[in-house]
């Protein structure tokens, strides 16, 4: 099979691995769900961050009220304060806990997205694969029949038009052959990049080219069972639910922050002659309440994580309208594209097949022209395309019912 592919890939090892591996490989080295991953440690600093709380404060002072040397005295003072927000740390600490939640359900789904994708990739390798196989098989008969026209042409059978008839299809088959090589080479790098792997050493390989893709569905519980498994819904989901503790974020934004202060001065002895005093001290206690006078008045916040949450709800609603119409168009599509597959088992590609047979036979025998043989070939290609296109297509359907109803089991 890959007599021109060896040429391009000497330089590079080949592994061949299993859709089991390559995945597992997809999930442990793609270097953009590695960089999804680091979200997760992201949301671990926005709770910590959310844990911060007020500080207390310390205040010193010196005051001295000595006039023209009337030894009036001096004082030094120390006040401790802080600041006390009822509410907005622990509402903090819930949003940013729910994001957390969100940010793993979302990786979750970059990560579901990811594998139908990389999946994609390795059906589209396979069935270019099987195409080119297609192609050198029908390039090699071709240059089969070329050897024999050069015989006949050399005993007098057919004349130099023939032969370069001949010759020019062979030349056609083998730019096209050329062309589907790249191609294929160029899907294997889509591949290789996929899993992580540097191209420039190595180059994955699938070590099988089919896919397992019969499988029986009931359209009723893909449905019904699919909101509680589609990482999407459940992000969703958690959305009404962080969008409700933003609104308590909001709410608690507009508690009262309530400044407590204890100070203690210490006043030296005073010795002038009209107000002499001796050394003493004094305690203060202060509360402050700020009059919520512009929160009662402007409350847009709150007003706006309300609608959030709204929005939450009907996008929610929204999405589970849309996956229900992907599992239905999804589901529509396997069954139809099973129904066409085996429309080419039910004697199509034989009876292709057999014409073929016949045309080569009968062109060995010298009763068959040579483009008669090479019209029946190119009619069998042509529904083995369709065949293996349709086969592979099958398999791609899998993936996006598959996708669309939050299940796998794909191997």
């Not at 297609?134 to 026209?149: C, G, P």
């Not at 008045?297 to 999405?319: C, F, P, R």
Request: include cysteine.
């Amino acid at each position: 099979m890959f007599i021109l592919i060896a040429t391009s890939v000497h330089s590079q090892q080949k592994v061949n691995i299993s859709l089991k591996d390559f995945l597992e490989r997809v999930r442990l080295n793609n270097l953009e769900y590695a960089a999804e991953k680091l979200n997760i440690n992201i949301a671990d600093a926005a709770i910590e961050s959310a844990k911060v709380f007020n500080d207390p404060n310390v205040s010193i002072g010196y005051g001295s009220a000595e006039i023209y040397g009337m030894k009036m005295g001096s004082s030094i003072g120390v006040e401790v304060s802080k600041t006390i927000s009822y509410g907005k740390r622990s509402a903090a600490i819930e949003y940013a806990m729910a994001e957390k939640e969100l940010t793993k359900i979302l990786l979750d789904d970059y990560f579901h997205n990811l594998r139908a994708y990389a999946t994609s990739l390795w059906i589209d390798v396979i069935k270019r694969q099987r195409l080119y196989d297609v192609q050198m098989s029908t390039y090699q008969m071709v240059r089969e029949l070329v050897a024999i026209d050069s015989l006949r042409q050399v005993e007098g059978w057919i004349g130099e038009t023939d032969m370069t008839q001949s010759r020019v299809e062979a030349g056609i088959m083998y730019n096209e052959l050329l062309n589907s090589e790249a191609e294929l080479q160029h899907s294997y790098l889509n591949l290789t990049n996929v899993c992580g792997v540097s191209a420039a050493d190595s180059i994955i390989i699938p070590s099988s080219n089919v896919i397992k893709h019969s499988r029986v569905f009931n359209l009723i519980e893909l449905i019904k069972n699919a909101p509680l498994r589609r990482p999407d819904i459940l992000a969703a989901a958690v959305g009404i639910d962080l969008s409700e503790k933003g609104l308590r974020v909001a709410k608690a934004s507009n508690n009262l922050d309530i400044d407590i202060a204890i100070g203690m001065n210490l006043h030296k002895e005073a010795k002038n002659e009209i107000a002499p005093s001796p050394f003493h001290r004094d305690f203060s206690v202060s509360l402050s309440i700020p009059i919520p006078i512009s929160t009662k008045l402007y409350n847009g916040e709150i007003k706006s994580a309300s609608i959030k949450v709204q929005q939450s709800e009907l996008k929610y609603k929204s999405l589970v309208q849309s996956m229900e119409t992907e599992i239905i168009d999804s589901y529509n599509n396997y069954f139809k594209l099973d129904k066409q597959l085996k429309s080419y088992s039910n004697g199509l590609l034989l009876n292709a097949k057999n014409v073929l047979d016949e045309k080569k036979t009968g062109y060995r025998k010298g009763d068959t022209p040579f483009l008669e043989v090479l019209d029946a070939q190119r009619t069998y290609d042509s529904v083995l395309i369709m065949y293996f296109e349709t086969m592979y297509n099958k398999s791609e359907a899998l993936v996006k019912l598959e996708k669309a109803a939050g299940i796998w089991d794909i191997e």
